[in-house]
């Protein structure tokens, strides 16, 4: 570790091209001292920062075939790990609000917020370090054509999405890829829709796009065992049977086969690199509703919710195969009309309005007082604490109650591998 700036010269770290293993280690300790002493910008050691990370990124991007996560993705990696929402983030970075603008990549991570997220969170500095990039285009319009280079195919080819496509086509990764979106119908369908929900810069409408090709792809291998769908069958009954399941532990796997009774397929598949959503509803060119969830936190107050909420994009909404909802639940209440909409409905499903704020887990919240009203509706008591956790914005407490780490274990697609 480096104790001053006097000795930077000195270091044995290669200034050049790196080449190979123990030359990248050696890098990634002077980039951890670096960092630890916080130079000042346009000095010698903020320049030998700066080139040590330029020769990393590179090394790393010839050495390792698979993409690797950027620093938001290994932020969000340790959120979900520790059951962390966004205002936990505070002490590290600042304030609520840069929080949320690094999170959406429209800032970038200073010297300062990653030796405090690092030393706090435990997040290697290599992670963060190496991935931090110039400032993105706010909101990347949708291209005329597919740019297969711009898809993180390497991801998804590690995930088996091509293993089939790779036997039936061959040739190079650029036909594989394209056979993947054609496939998808993504070559004419999803260039056509409009993305509603999020503002997504480049890498991230990529990255929704390729998920949602794969929502797709997994939605029309499983019509077989659909009904058909008929919107007049969707009440609020429905919603409120559907809720209901969300007292059983096994709540969320028992509410794909109830939605398949109605005609909506559901597919969970976790989302791709450089985007961060929970869930989406859309339509196939065939007109099936299909709702894809991401599971980015594994509780059980997110999937219900996420669940609910894009079933009321289904019911109220989607109309046109040219649209798809995209939704990240923390920003949803402070997006378009729609949005407040569907979340009007989720929460109306589990507790209607004039209970909830005549309730005693409204009025005086307790663990007591919020089981009482998860008996008496026969909805879990993890739906009632996250919204109670919301509506006061004391999110430490109640988490005994939200179920964490026990809705992957139902889905087995949802493991990364």
């Not at 002490?91 to 990653?114: C, D, H, N, W, Y």
């Not at 398949?260 to 859309?282: Q, T």
């Not at 909409?341 to 007082?369: G, Q």
Request: glycine share 6%; with cysteine.
């Amino acid at each position: 570790m480096l104790n001053t700036t006097e000795n930077i010269r000195d270091r044995d770290t290669p200034t050049r091209v790196i080449k190979h293993d123990d030359e990248y280690r050696k890098a990634l300790a002077e980039i951890e001292g670096l960092v630890a002493l916080d130079p000042a910008p346009n000095t010698g050691a903020a320049e030998r920062l700066e080139l040590l990370t330029l020769l990393v990124e590179h090394y790393e991007a010839q050495r390792f075939p698979i993409e690797l996560p950027d620093a938001v993705d290994a932020i969000e990696f340790r959120m979900e790990e520790q059951g962390l929402i966004q205002k936990d983030l505070v002490p590290f970075i600042g304030s609520r609000s840069r929080v949320s603008e690094i999170l959406a990549r429209k800032r970038p991570l200073t010297l300062q917020m990653i030796r405090s997220l690092s030393g706090g969170l435990g997040i290697p500095l290599g992670a963060l370090v190496s991935a931090q990039r110039p400032e993105r285009a706010k909101g990347a319009e949708r291209p005329r054509e597919l740019d297969w280079r711009k898809v993180p195919y390497k991801e998804m080819g590690r995930r088996g999405w091509f293993d089939d496509l790779r036997t039936r086509v061959g040739g190079s990764v650029e036909d594989v890829v394209t056979a993947f979106f054609r496939e998808a119908n993504a070559s004419c369908a999803l260039y056509r829709r409009r993305i509603r929900g999020q503002e997504l810069d480049e890498r991230a409408y990529y990255s929704t796009l390729a998920w949602t090709a794969r929502v797709i792809l997994r939605a029309r291998a499983a019509e077989g065992d659909l009904c058909e769908f008929e919107r007049e069958r969707l009440t609020k009954d429905t919603f409120r049977d559907l809720a209901r399941l969300s007292w059983l532990d096994e709540g969320p796997r028992l509410a794909t086969n109830f939605l398949a009774k109605f005609g909506v397929a559901v597919v969970v598949e976790p989302r791709l690199p450089n985007s961060v959503l929970d869930g989406a509803a859309l339509l196939t060119e065939s007109r099936i509703p299909v709702i894809g969830l991401t599971l980015r936190i594994d509780r059980v107050d997110y999937f219900w919710f996420t669940l609910m909420h894009e079933l009321a994009h289904v019911w109220l909404h989607l109309e046109s195969p040219d649209e798809t909802f995209v939704d990240r639940l923390e920003a949803s209440e402070e997006s378009e009309q729609v949005e407040r909409d569907a979340n009007r409905v989720a929460k109306d499903a589990f507790v209607p309005l004039a209970v909830w704020k005549r309730s005693k887990a409204f009025l005086n919240p307790s663990r007591e007082s919020i089981q009482n009203l998860a008996d008496q509706l026969h909805v879990s008591p993890a739906v009632l604490a996250g919204r109670v956790q919301f509506e006061t914005g004391r999110y430490e407490g109640f988490r005994e109650l939200l179920g964490q780490g026990t809705v992957r274990r139902l889905f087995p697609e949802s493991t990364r591998t």
